[in-house]
DNA sequence: GTCTATAGGTAGATAGAC
DNA sequence: GTCTATCTACCTATAGAC
């Protein structure tokens, strides 16, 4: 259920067509989504996204961003969380991801990913909207990774390295329909962090 | 100049237009490149596209992603070959690469990536060939690690990891346009690939 | 406030002059 | 074989009925 969801029932209007958009969005990019699209796949009227979205397809796709990325960093940091080893825990993780990732044909993997590429050039309002989300992840790692890392830097270089070898490896597993991408990425990341842990004084 | 320039003078008219769709879709994807902006940036008719690629818009992409591709995994080849030792050419090479990304405004990167994720759900050619220009990177990537890295499977997992951190990187310092993913990116890979010469039955 | 119809513009694709 | 004009379909956005 969406995050403005009512306390029981069908998702209010907005909510809705905020998560067809997500999935839309993470689906086919951002000028590869139609809102005539969105609005059918919402079950609601075409004129339903401009009377919630008066900004148009930029505030939809804005707002998408922003709240989809937020729930998504929070759902990896969970999971980070259901495993008391950190090493394992990683590891685990990335298992996971592997599972949901095959389990909906390779479709639904970072929601903010496909839009970020295409925005980064292009449209300054929705670049800094995914760079926000990105610094956001960056920075919840960094205070996960400080938990068994004391040296700042090397958790915040971790945190960097577990969201840009997660985003290479489900681009890279969605092209290739394979699992053999994120179980590397994982192995690589458990290796960085027992490197970290255990020899605190070199660069990680 | 284009692969299939000309010995002296401009590029013929298909060189322009696949040189043009290669900047084009590095910068805006798919969707969100035009074949009308395609001619007007190559400086060729429009009528010409369809001439050279009567396939339209599919064919002239697939054959940029299939060029481009294979010309971006040479270049990075040839750059790891600069340095000698072999952890300091693959940090070499992410300074490279964010000297680059910084001197082009953080616009030109992989010129796929955003093609990939956007095609990966939508269109079975383009994603068979994304699928098969990261499978060619993966394998020669796999062979320069065995050089120092004796065990294959290390080796791959290597290569794997080079390519879907640097992926990462590109998507993270374009969005936030800063170079500190590209750096904690190359120290990632420097100390994975230490970590597996200096101890090869540990995995990597 | 929900929903339909449509305007204005641009997309990919094609026909045909030269 | 180079180039222009145009077709149909779809896009975002808006006007206005209910």
Same mark, same amino acid.
């Given at each position: 259920?969406?995050?403005?969801?009512?306390?029981?029932?069908?998702?209010?209007?907005? !909510?809705?067509?905020?998560?067809?958009? !997500?999935?839309?969005?993470?689906?086919?990019?951002?000028?590869? !989504?139609?809102?005539?699209?969105?609005? =059918?796949?919402?079950?609601?009227?075409? &004129?339903?996204?401009?009377?919630?979205?008066? &900004?148009?397809?930029?505030?939809?796709?804005?707002?998408?961003?922003?709240?989809?990325?937020?729930?998504?960093?929070?759902?990896?940091?969970?999971?980070?969380?259901?495993?008391?080893?950190?090493?394992?825990?990683?590891?685990?993780?990335?298992?996971?991801?592997?599972?949901?990732?095959? /389990?909906?044909?390779?479709?639904?993997?970072?929601?903010?990913? /496909?839009?970020?590429?295409?925005?980064?050039?292009?449209?300054?309002?929705?670049?800094? /909207?995914?760079?926000?989300?990105? !610094?956001?992840?960056?920075?919840?790692?960094?205070?996960?990774? =400080?938990?068994?890392?004391?040296?700042?830097?090397?958790?915040?270089?971790?945190?960097?390295?577990?969201?840009?070898?997660?985003?290479?490896?489900?681009?890279?597993?969605?092209?290739?329909?394979?699992?053999?991408?994120?179980? =590397?990425?994982?192995?690589?990341?458990?290796?960085?962090?027992?490197?970290?842990?255990?020899?605190?004084?070199?660069?990680?």
């Amino acid at each position: 259920m969406g995050q403005h969801g009512q306390e029981q029932g069908r998702p209010d209007t907005r !909510t809705r067509i905020q998560d067809a958009a !997500t999935e839309l969005f993470r689906r086919n990019g951002y000028s590869g !989504t139609g809102l005539k699209r969105i609005a =059918a796949e919402a079950d609601a009227p075409f &004129g339903s996204i401009y009377h919630f979205f008066p &900004g148009g397809k930029q505030q939809l796709t804005e707002e998408t961003i922003r709240t989809a990325g937020a729930a998504y960093g929070r759902m990896v940091l969970a999971l980070l969380d259901t495993v008391a080893d950190p090493v394992e825990s990683v590891a685990h993780a990335f298992e996971a991801a592997a599972d949901d990732l095959e /389990a909906t044909g390779y479709a639904d993997a970072c929601p903010i990913a /496909a839009v970020a590429l295409e925005v980064a050039s292009t449209n300054e309002t929705l670049r800094v /909207a995914t760079a926000d989300i990105f !610094t956001e992840w960056v920075g919840a790692g960094e205070q996960w990774f =400080a938990r068994w890392v004391p040296d700042p830097g090397a958790a915040r270089s971790l945190a960097h390295s577990l969201i840009m070898i997660l985003e290479g490896a489900f681009m890279l597993s969605r092209a290739t329909r394979d699992r053999e991408p994120l179980r =590397a990425a994982g192995q690589s990341m458990a290796v960085l962090l027992r490197s970290a842990i255990e020899q605190p004084g070199r660069p990680s």
